[in-house]
């Protein structure tokens, strides 16, 4: 009988970054996982990366900008059918003008619309989180 190896969590950390009393999201691209889906901007962490370093390499590739990294928010896990990823919620700010470089959208969602967008289920207790105040 063969032994099944446990799948191990995806390492993922993303910047909630708030600015006027909104929070920008970005949206995945489509043929990505989750393709559509908004959610707060970071990505995959490297085996041996530092969570906050990871941070900040991401989204100086995904936006272009150099970020502060402040306290972490929130920490989640979420079973997919295909992954487990273990995410990393921190609140940022941008040390300059953010752009989409990949070809993504970017949106600067008000506090109470956070509720309506279609986010991925990793992301949704933070959402409940910021919405309830």
């Given at each position: 009988?063969?032994?099944r190896k446990s799948r191990q969590p995806t390492r993922v950390?993303?910047?909630v970054v708030e600015r006027d009393g909104?929070?920008?999201l970005t949206r995945r691209l489509v043929g990505t996982h989750?393709?559509?889906y908004w959610e707060f901007p970071g990505g995959k962490c490297?085996?041996?990366e530092d969570l906050?370093?990871?941070l900040r390499r991401e989204i100086r590739e995904e936006l272009d900008v150099e970020i502060e990294v402040g306290p972490k928010i929130l920490s989640a896990s979420h079973s997919y059918p295909d992954r487990v990823v273990e995410l990393h919620f921190y609140a940022c700010a941008f040390q300059g003008p953010a752009r989409a470089v990949l070809g993504q959208e970017m949106l600067w969602a008000r506090r109470e619309d956070l509720a309506d967008l279609r986010v991925p289920p990793a992301d949704r207790e933070l959402v409940e989180k910021l919405t309830k105040g």
């Open positions: 009988m063969r032994e950390v993303a910047a909104r929070y920008l989750l393709g559509g490297r085996e041996e906050e370093a990871c």
